[in-house]
């Protein structure tokens, strides 16, 4: 007999994913826009760090937060970058930032609190919270916000029910949207003055294509900020991110991560480190993501598909398909198995509204994309 927490539902873009590695077994040719995961491979420098590691055949152990090394070049990574002094005492590295969220919401939340997210969002956060007996509270976000949790929306949700943390990304995903600094700050005194703990996932940051990106350190020591390795820095199979976490909290998410994991890898951490160097290498990875996603926002529309949310950053396309079905997942399936075309439906992003979206993610090259438009613009003009 599986416990009640186990009935967690499934990643979708996943399950897709499955769908169109079978068909490429069986020969098929599958454009792969499903899964957030960059086309790029890890930068070479980073490569090169791990080979040392391994050919000095220490690969042990490291204290549960993380490398020294590692937590103090992370901290200086808020300086260089944000003007945000932030302790390396207050940074926990973890196995991705899905094990910082994990650490999080175990550190800050009982069974039965009630933890805001919006709709879109990604759907790992509200599996993860059902599983842990958190209730998850959606909040439902549209054009008019940008597609953003506001102040207001917080205040009249707290006169109801309060919420005990709210769950926010910038850029996010499904959309790209971004969080524009005077927004964010707004939203972050809303959290501290309501008593609201907010964890803010950045994963996507260094992924943005025009305006300013701000940290929500920069407003507060109260939020928890996780970010990764694996978005901006090409690293997703290496399972490494971090969290800065208010000083309070350090001891509380040490223990937690001793009995859950031990610690990261020393490998990926050290691989981690240099990342850092690969600057000149990120970018014009970055500058490839950009051109895909001119030549998306170009040619979508002449395919049909003329209504998406707004991109500043990430690699993602959520579009509307209303006007083509009400079911995604339906969608999303004869888009695959019809054009070879692999894209996630907007269910795993949002239950009540997600029947008529999908998301199209951009990661990868260019020539690629070009051709899945083709391929997406045939079969729905068929």
């Not at 707290?158 to 996010?172: E, F, H, T, W, Y």
């Not at 703990?197 to 996507?204: A, V």
């Not at 993610?361 to 997406?376: C, H, K, L, Q």
Request: proline content about 7%.
């Amino acid at each position: 007999m599986l416990s009640k927490r186990s009935a967690v539902e499934p990643f979708r873009a996943m399950d897709v994913m499955s769908a169109a590695f079978a068909l490429e077994r069986q020969g098929r040719s599958i454009i792969h826009m499903e899964v957030g995961e960059p086309g790029a491979p890890t930068p070479r420098v980073v490569r090169e760090a791990a080979m040392a590691a391994i050919a000095s055949g220490r690969v042990r152990y490291t204290e549960a937060l993380g490398t020294p090394a590692l937590r103090a070049r992370i901290a200086t990574h808020y300086a260089e970058r944000y003007g945000v002094a932030v302790s390396p005492e207050r940074v926990v590295v973890a196995t991705g930032s899905s094990a910082a969220f994990n650490l999080a919401f175990l550190a800050f939340f009982d069974p039965g609190d009630r933890i805001g997210m919006p709709t879109p969002g990604y759907p790992a956060y509200r599996n993860i919270l059902a599983a842990l007996g958190l209730e998850v509270v959606e909040i439902p976000t549209g054009p008019e916000t940008r597609w953003a949790v506001t102040p207001e929306m917080l205040a009249e949700i707290q006169r109801d029910r309060p919420l005990k943390g709210l769950i926010v990304a910038s850029p996010a995903n499904p959309s790209g949207t971004m969080i524009q600094p005077p927004a964010l700050k707004a939203l972050v005194e809303s959290c501290d003055a309501l008593g609201i703990r907010l964890i803010m996932d950045e994963i996507y940051h260094g992924l943005v294509y025009g305006g300013e990106t701000a940290t929500a350190l920069a407003f507060t020591e109260q939020a928890v900020v996780v970010n990764s390795f694996s978005k901006y820095y090409c690293m997703t199979g290496w399972r490494v991110g971090w969290m800065v976490v208010p000083q309070p909290a350090v001891r509380a998410i040490e223990c937690i991560a001793q009995n859950l994991s031990i610690s990261v890898n020393s490998l990926s951490q050290t691989a981690a480190l240099a990342a850092f160097d690969a600057v000149d290498e990120l970018e014009l990875v970055k500058a490839g993501y950009a051109a895909n996603r001119e030549l998306l926002l170009r040619r979508l529309p002449e395919a049909g598909l003329d209504d998406v949310l707004p991109v500043d950053g990430a690699f993602y396309i959520y579009a509307n398909v209303r006007k083509f079905t009400n079911d995604s997942m339906d969608f999303a399936r004869r888009m695959l198995t019809e054009a070879g075309v692999a894209t996630t439906p907007g269910l795993d992003f949002d239950p009540a509204r997600g029947a008529g979206y999908i998301r199209l993610s951009f990661a990868g090259t260019t020539p690629e994309m070009d051709e899945a438009v083709t391929r997406i613009a045939g079969w729905i003009g068929r």
